[in-house]
């Protein structure tokens, strides 16, 4: 069965810093890998998703993921944090025939 | 883009009380929709996946009985928790997956129903 998992419950930058979230994946198949952003008593938001096109995926607010199967990772990153990135953040994984699923979430703390 | 939209967004209820909560895909045709659960700064707990005129299937450890689940048309599913009691508390959030859009097994979500029983 497929799984994430998300180094570091909790990831704190100053404004202006690279933001960094880890996700390495599991699966026995291609995966189909998504990152989802959560603010406080909301949903989730697709911020980008890799579905086997080109393995370096850019997404919303200047967040851009690179799927890396070598090392079975798709780590998120966005070049220079801003105050309103403060969130959770969700890396899941989905493949033919199994639904989506998600890890543990990293919770981002932005710095002034 | 696909939306999908939740009913209420919060509710607040008595202990023995049943309490319904909508998903709606708004632009959409959904072939299946899931409930999740989410405890306080935890991850999201699929709890059933829900295909439109099936039974739906309960994740392990969830009681069917406690969380009634339909999903009677391709823009609606409901989560109805029976009896509820303050363990039950928590945030409950959906999402439907489009039938284009299931080789990828992308899921739109919606914005959550907290659920308080006192």
């Known amino acids: 069965a497929q799984s994430v998992t998300q180094l570091g419950s909790h990831v704190s930058v100053s404004e202006g810093a690279l933001v960094l979230l880890r996700c390495n994946y599991s699966s026995s198949v291609p995966p189909y890998l998504f990152w989802y952003v959560q603010y406080p008593n909301q949903g989730l938001q697709l911020l980008l998703k890799?579905?086997?096109?080109?393995?370096l995926v850019k997404g919303i607010n200047g967040f851009e993921a690179e799927f890396k199967k070598s090392e079975t990772s798709f780590h998120l990153t966005k070049p220079s944090a801003h105050m309103s990135d403060a969130a959770e953040y969700f890396c899941a994984v989905s493949d033919l025939g199994n639904d989506m699923r998600f890890g543990a979430g990293t919770r981002l703390t932005v710095k002034p | 883009g696909a939306v999908v939209s939740q009913h209420p967004s919060w509710v607040i209820c008595k202990s023995g009380t049943s309490v319904k909560i909508e998903c709606r895909s708004l632009d959409f045709q959904a072939t299946t929709m899931f409930w999740y659960r989410q405890f306080p700064k935890q991850s999201l707990m699929l709890m059933a996946t829900s295909n439109e005129g099936s039974k739906a299937t309960y994740e392990q450890g969830v009681e069917k009985d406690k969380f009634l689940i339909n999903h009677a048309s391709l823009t609606l599913s409901t989560l109805t928790v029976t009896s509820a009691h303050p363990e039950d508390s928590s945030f409950y959030i959906c999402?439907?997956?489009?039938?284009?859009?299931?080789?990828?097994?992308?899921?739109?979500f919606g914005p959550g129903t907290r659920l308080t029983v006192l």
């Open positions: 999402s439907a997956r489009e039938a284009l859009q299931s080789s990828y097994n992308e899921q739109f």
């Open positions: 890799y579905t086997s096109a080109a393995t």
